[in-house]
C-alpha cells in the first residue's frame, strides 16, 4: 500500500501561525520533505539536523520551535532553484517527484513543508502535479497566507464590499497589473523593488510593504521613498486603491 504525500503549509513566518492540522500531519509524517533553493544543492539527498540548508529553511524552522520532535525524523533535501528555464526546472522537478514516490512505495506518510498557503505560488505545487498524475495520493493541508498575516500586522482590512482584490507575482511584469481596481498584492517583491517604487509614486495609491512578516527583522514600510532597494525576498506589498 503507498503512502500519502501531505503539502503542509506552516503559515508566513510567526510560528504561533502554524495551525493544529498542520502540526496533527507532521507529527504523524514518516518522512519530511523541504525544498533547497542554493544553487549548489543539485540532487535530492537526506539532510542532517545541523546541515547549512536545513538551517536556512524558513519552513524547517518555523516547525522546530512548535514541533521539537521533528528533529527525531528524516528530512529530504529537494533542489527547487530560483531559475526561469522551464526545460531545466523540469528536470528537477521530475527528479524531485521519483525521489518522493520512492518514498512513497514504502507506504510512508510524507510531510513537505513550504511557507505560507501551499495553494499560492509555492513550489511544492511542482511536486504535488507529478505524484498525482503517477497514481499516488497527494493532499494540500492550507497555511495562512502571507497577505493576510500582513494585512493582520497593518491592521488594516485588505477588501470590503464589492472591492476586489488582486495577487501578483512581482518578480514578473507587474505593469499591467497594477491598473487594476481594489487591492493589489505584490508577492515575493524583493528584486523588483526599485521599478516598483517608481511606478507607485506615480500612481499615489496608498501603499505598504512588510518586509519578513512575522519572522526576525520585520519592517512595515508605508511611503516608497523609504523602502530600501535591496529588500528581503520575503517582501510583501498592499496597494489600495482610494484609501
Not at 504523524?28 to 544553487?39: F, G, R, W
Not at 487591492?183 to 506615480?202: C, S, Y
Amino acid at each position: 500500500m503507498s503512502g500519502i504525500l501531505y503539502g503542509t503549509g506552516v503559515g508566513p513566518g510567526e510560528s504561533g501561525l502554524l495551525t493544529l492540522k498542520a502540526v496533527r500531519i507532521i507529527q504523524a509524517s514518516d518522512l519530511i520533505v523541504v525544498p533547497v533553493s542554493a544553487e549548489d544543492f543539485r540532487r535530492p539527498c537526506l539532510l542532517e539536523e545541523e546541515s547549512i540548508h536545513l538551517k536556512r529553511c524558513k519552513a524547517y524552522q518555523i516547525v522546530r520551535e512548535e514541533v521539537p520532535k521533528i528533529r527525531e525524523k528524516p528530512v529530504l533535501g529537494l533542489p527547487m532553484p530560483m531559475r526561469k528555464e522551464k526545460e531545466a526546472l523540469k528536470k528537477i522537478h521530475d527528479e524531485g517527484a521519483k525521489q518522493v514516490e520512492a518514498y512513497l512505495n514504502q507506504g510512508k506518510q510524507i510531510a513537505f513543508l513550504t511557507i505560507g498557503d501551499p495553494s499560492v505560488y509555492s513550489t511544492y505545487l511542482y511536486i504535488h502535479r507529478r505524484v498525482l498524475r503517477d497514481g499516488y495520493e497527494a493532499r494540500i493541508i492550507p497555511g495562512v497566507p502571507s497577505f493576510c498575516a500582513a494585512a493582520a500586522a497593518l491592521n488594516r482590512g485588505l477588501a470590503e464590499n464589492r472591492e476586489e482584490i488582486h495577487i501578483l507575482p512581482a518578480s514578473y511584469g507587474i505593469e499591467e497589473g497594477l491598473t487594476l481596481p481594489g487591492t493589489k498584492i505584490l508577492m515575493k517583491a524583493g528584486k523588483k523593488m526599485p521599478v516598483i517604487k517608481d511606478m507607485l509614486r506615480e500612481s499615489g495609491e496608498w501603499f505598504a510593504m512588510v518586509e519578513n512578516c512575522g519572522m526576525e527583522g520585520e519592517r512595515i514600510y508605508e511611503n516608497p521613498d523609504d523602502v530600501p532597494d535591496h529588500s528581503s525576498y520575503y517582501s510583501l506589498i498592499v496597494i489600495k486603491e482610494g484609501s
